[in-house]
């Protein structure tokens, strides 16, 4: 474990087992007396990473029949663009959900598109609930919604309903809890807080809607190309990926998405409990939406701010500062976080109370 | 330097010194206890790095005031995208050169947007020279060549005039050469050639040109939303950004453009002279738009191909199997390949012919 407790919002902590191997690989990878940095993509070595790391997505989140997973570029703002490419018709519309900063640019891109019905929003409250008994209608080409708010931390315990193609942005909460991949026409996350590094990008999509849009699709906005040359339409980002599959290959070995789902529960319990019960804190999101991936908090006396902050700077943690959307602190909990690192927190919590 | 020489076509050999430090700042980067990989985009130590990296391309390549240098995402192919988004009006037209698999796949992208003039085209003889002497409709939004084509292994050893906006995909050879930015509005390039590993996208724009199709980009898409956030509009591809402020580092150290660009010329004239004394090989490309970066050819007389083979993997080289749309052999000597590595290939060639 590493010394610094690290809450980075994203990227984010990965497992120190993973980033030996992921460091080793830099100066040789594979046996081969060369960097996975400077051989071909098309090596039999690198496929062999890749299709390790599809293979062990489906696996972590038993992705059915029919849905490919694809590691592409460009993040979820490029999964904005890709999901209205792919689905919105020329003269449709579609359904959004409007949650917070990502939900609310996703909403941004498709209006420039179409016509976008946004049919919740919890702008009303800065974002800090989830709303819910909202009608989708029924003729929507798509309804899209942001399962985590890492910004607000917010998050759907349970997703909305609709029988037609529904989009998820997982950016955030994606394999730290089980999901029903069936219930979704297209997944998508950027990398860089579960998966890995930055710099790839995540799909999970069903065959069914290639092309769905009728639209002449750039080829880099195609799932339908980059699907059917298994994500190696151009060069991928090849180490993102390295990387993403050493941690995949950790969270198995370690027992898989019900061993991460219970460990967030825990880390959540932990620092939620303190939260409510110390005197000197309070949550900023409701507290039956509160996300099990980021916490956000504030001090209720706000003199007490320069103390709290070197408390905590010197316990060696490092990434709590709030985001400015929405001030005091935020400790974003992903996967590789120990339970210690929540402990270590708590204490100086407790400590200032004390 | 590695043991084995590496020829590959990109991604491609990378100093070993970068190596190096891009392997120890995944376990401990800028003494933070932390790697490079789990640390905010938005940390002091991060955007120090993506500072660098700007001013080290803006040092290389002497860019004059008004141009933005970007590191984005998604390759040449997203490249081709953002040039049309950015620079084909709705009713105009551009004017393209054909020179091979990479323009042929950019004009095939433009051509979805608009009327596309294709100006000059090698396809006639499997792209195997550079057209010249052909006109460039002054009428025309802007003139897209590629200034390297790495497949067929041919190069522009003059740039195309044209009074208009002038757009060039430098993938496969920037950082290799002496080039003008000024006579640009744009030039982009994957890193995974001279500038670093697969994952960035290098962009030099001139601030100028920033909406000037007219239409509505789509954030993603827009280089002035990537300038005005200093390539942070989203999260960045820290690693890849990370190892090529590293290779520019090490290139500057080295000597910078002048140094690397009589290292080309002297690999380039090792090679293609073995290629054109020894009877058992010929080059494929025309003589006076041989590329410097990507020497095609092949065997005079296909029953040496096993021995060729079993003679040069021996030698420990790696790498130099053709593309499949030319066939033979392809050696890639990009900024990284040491003489050496050269000298070792032009020996094997002459032992076969001993």
Known sequence: MSKVHNYSAGPCILPQEVLQQAAAAVTNFDNLDLSILEISHRSTSFVKVADSAIAMVKEMLSVPEGYSVLFLQGGASTGFLMTIYNLLTENGKAAYSDT?????????????????????????????????????PSDADFYHFTSNNTIFGTQYKEFPEFDGVKVCDMSSDIFSRQINVADFDLIYAGAQKNLGPAGATLYIVKDEIFGRS????????????????????????????????????????????STYENLAQQRAKMLYSEIDSNPLFKGTAAIEDRSNMNACFALTDDSLKEQFDKMWNEANISGIKGHRSVGGYRASMYNALPLESVEVLVNVMKKLNS
């Open 100 to 136: 917070g900063t990502w939900s609310s640019k996703a909403i941004k891109e498709a209006q420039r598109f179409g016509n976008i019905d946004i049919v919740s929003s919890s702008k009303d409250k800065n974002y800090n609930y989830i709303p819910k008994g909202f009608d989708i």
């Open 214 to 257: 009728g639209r002449n699709i750039p080829a880099m906005m195609d799932f339908k190309v980059h699907a059917s040359k298994e994500s190696m339409f151009n060069t991928p980002p090849v180490y993102s990926i390295y990387v993403a599959m050493l941690n995949l290959e950790h969270m198995l070995k370690n027992g898989g998405l």
